[in-house]
């Protein structure tokens, strides 16, 4: 299984990205698929996770600003983020599970300035 994220880029504080992640194969393979982030110094963290069901999840620091949400049909899995602040800059990863296997995209960086 291989992920693509691709989005990033320098958007100004109060703006908004999106980033996709595209699979190789069918998503819906997938238990979940999530969106971590790190910033330089700080250990990686999630932001956002959807399952299987449609379940989603996310960190409290993206709450009312980004939504998950995936395209079954071209087996892509977006992050919406909105209202972006300079503490949202940071690699953001995609992650992908099947069962106990987990699987990780390369990451693509985002540049929130004040």
């Known amino acids: 299984v291989q992920l693509q994220a691709s989005g990033g880029g320098v958007v100004q504080a109060g703006g908004s990205l999106r980033l996709s992640c595209a699979a190789s194969e069918t998503i819906l393979r997938f238990n979940y698929m999530g969106w971590y982030r790190q910033a330089p110094g700080k250990q990686r963290e999630l932001v956002a996770s959807i399952s299987s069901g449609g379940f989603r999840n996310f960190a409290d620091s993206v709450k009312g600003r980004f939504t998950i949400s995936r395209d079954s049909a071209r087996n892509v899995v977006y992050l919406q983020m909105n209202s972006l602040n300079p503490e949202d800059t940071a690699v953001y990863y995609c992650?992908?599970?099947?069962?106990?296997?987990?699987?990780w995209g390369q990451g693509t960086l985002v540049t929130v300035s004040s």
């Open positions: 992650n992908a599970r099947i069962s106990s296997q987990l699987y």
